[in-house]
């Protein structure tokens, strides 16, 4: 039977995304071994969470994998950005070489990266794998970014590759993305679902000066009235009326991320998420299944504003408070190696009787 890779499809094979039969038991665990309870705070519940997600008691992130979605976005056309599309295809490059930014730093954490080139604009690169849609989103200031056949597409790749990454033995996947606009994106996605007013919430991008920020703003208000999206109350917006936003505000790397995570939940896969474009999809992936969100571990508080909004709204808290906003996953891989460390000593610390001492007692509060 061919495998169904449209929205539908995929949150019809969505299962148990937490089993808190192994998450109680990664918790018990973690008060055998000799130190206060609850003495490594957030990270004992990661551990916990990551084994409830994995459906084990001894959960792994040994195999992990970072993908970058790349992709440009029509909106720059407005001048929304301090540069053009030109600077995508500069990354990408760097990329396909494993020395940009996040290639680097992953490389240091242990961590393979898969870059997607989901919609670059230029020619195409060597070791970066090919699911181009287009050349470029269009300027959703003018009409919608996306059609449906091609958001439907991006989606597919997106869940493709994580499926193959599954297949590949892969235990953790982060989440990346690069492409010059795709805060205006993000933002305008973000807004339309949460009902909010992008002054009210609107970050500064890569550095925008007080006249580009404000023109910014502007062109994303008037956007989100001209598409009737710019509403504070009324019905939480449908499946149907999700994927309608992301088909006219968003761009392929958005949806690329959203194929992603749907079918990490399928895999029961832990997804580590960086900055803003990563959790909007994050947003939009949640919205369509809101089983997805017990998959999702936010690896820093976000910079922007909306970034923190979308985190309550989907009610996780990210433990890195770095002020950091650099994108392609770096956040993410930041998060990793002191998960390697914590799940070390949760999988070799020595327990309270190989000491010979007796282990410390929870009691309820009267």
Same mark, same amino acid.
């Given at each position: 039977?061919?495998?169904?890779?449209?929205?539908?499809?995929?949150?019809?094979?969505?299962?148990?995304?937490?089993?808190?039969?192994?998450?109680?038991?990664?918790?018990?665990?973690?008060?055998?071994?000799?130190?206060?309870?609850?003495?490594?705070?957030?990270?004992?519940?990661?551990?916990?969470?990551?084994? +409830? !997600?994995?459906?084990?008691? @001894?959960?792994?992130?040994?195999?992990? #994998?970072? &993908?970058?979605?790349?992709? %440009?976005?029509? /909106?720059?056309?407005?001048?929304?950005?301090?540069?053009?599309?030109?600077?995508?295809?500069?990354?990408?490059?760097?990329?396909?070489?494993?020395?940009?930014?996040?290639?680097?730093?992953?490389?240091?954490? +242990? !961590?393979?990266?898969?870059? @997607?080139?989901?919609?670059?604009?230029? #020619?195409? &690169?060597?070791?970066?794998? %090919?699911?181009? /849609?287009?050349?470029?989103?269009?300027?959703?200031?003018?009409?919608?970014?996306?059609?449906?056949?091609?958001?439907?597409?991006?989606?597919?790749?997106?869940?493709?590759?994580?499926?193959?990454?599954?297949?590949?033995?892969?235990?953790?996947?982060?989440?990346?993305?690069?492409?010059?606009?795709?805060?205006?994106?993000?933002?305008?996605?973000?807004?339309?679902?949460?009902?909010?007013?992008?002054?009210?919430?609107?970050?500064?991008?890569?550095?925008?000066?007080?006249?580009?920020?404000?023109?910014?703003?502007?062109?994303?208000?008037?956007?989100?009235?001209?598409?009737?999206?710019?509403?504070?109350?009324?019905?939480?917006?449908?499946?149907?009326?999700?994927?309608?936003?992301?088909?006219?505000?968003?761009?392929?790397?958005?949806?690329?991320?959203?194929?992603?995570?749907?079918?990490?939940?399928?895999?029961?896969?832990?997804?580590?998420?960086?900055?803003?474009?990563?959790?909007?999809?994050?947003?939009?992936?949640?919205?369509?299944?809101?089983?997805?969100?017990?998959?999702?571990?936010?690896?820093?508080?976000?910079?922007?504003?909306?970034?923190?909004?979308?985190?309550?709204?989907?009610?996780?808290?990210?433990?890195?408070?770095?002020?950091?906003?650099?994108?392609?996953?770096?956040?993410?891989?930041?998060?990793?190696?002191?998960?390697?460390?914590?799940?070390?000593?949760?999988?070799?610390?020595?327990?309270?009787?190989?000491?010979?001492?007796?282990?410390?007692?929870?009691?309820?509060?009267?």
């Amino acid at each position: 039977m061919k495998t169904d890779y449209t929205p539908k499809g995929l949150i019809r094979r969505i299962q148990n995304t937490k089993s808190e039969e192994h998450f109680a038991a990664c918790k018990k665990k973690w008060d055998t071994l000799a130190k206060p309870l609850d003495g490594l705070g957030a990270f004992e519940e990661l551990v916990a969470r990551i084994g +409830g !997600i994995q459906h084990t008691a @001894v959960p792994s992130i040994q195999k992990r #994998t970072l &993908l970058i979605f790349l992709s %440009d976005n029509g /909106i720059v056309e407005e001048g929304v950005s301090q540069c053009g599309f030109e600077v995508t295809h500069s990354v990408a490059e760097a990329m396909s070489r494993r020395n940009s930014t996040a290639c680097v730093m992953a490389e240091k954490a +242990g !961590i393979p990266v898969c870059p @997607v080139d989901i919609g670059i604009i230029g #020619t195409k &690169l060597p070791n970066i794998r %090919d699911f181009r /849609i287009r050349e470029g989103s269009r300027n959703f200031a003018k009409e919608p970014a996306m059609t449906m056949e091609e958001t439907l597409l991006a989606i597919r790749a997106g869940a493709i590759t994580a499926e193959g990454l599954a297949k590949e033995g892969n235990k953790l996947l982060l989440l990346g993305e690069m492409g010059i606009g795709n805060t205006s994106t993000s933002t305008a996605v973000g807004c339309a679902i949460l009902g909010l007013d992008p002054a009210e919430v609107m970050g500064r991008g890569a550095g925008l000066s007080d006249t580009k920020f404000n023109h910014k703003c502007s062109v994303i208000r008037d956007a989100l009235r001209q598409y009737h999206f710019l509403q504070e109350t009324g019905p939480a917006p449908s499946e149907e009326e999700i994927l309608r936003i992301l088909k006219i505000l968003g761009g392929y790397d958005i949806a690329g991320m959203v194929g992603a995570i749907l079918m990490a939940a399928v895999q029961h896969i832990p997804v580590v998420l960086d900055g803003l474009i990563t959790l909007t999809a994050a947003l939009v992936a949640a919205k369509l299944c809101p089983k997805v969100k017990n998959i999702l571990i936010p690896s820093h508080h976000p910079r922007e504003p909306l970034g923190q909004r979308i985190l309550e709204e989907l009610g996780l808290h990210a433990v890195i408070h770095g002020q950091m906003a650099l994108g392609e996953g770096t956040g993410a891989i930041l998060l990793v190696p002191m998960l390697d460390v914590c799940m070390e000593y949760y999988n070799n610390g020595t327990r309270f009787d190989g000491l010979g001492i007796e282990a410390y007692q929870r009691f309820d509060e009267e």
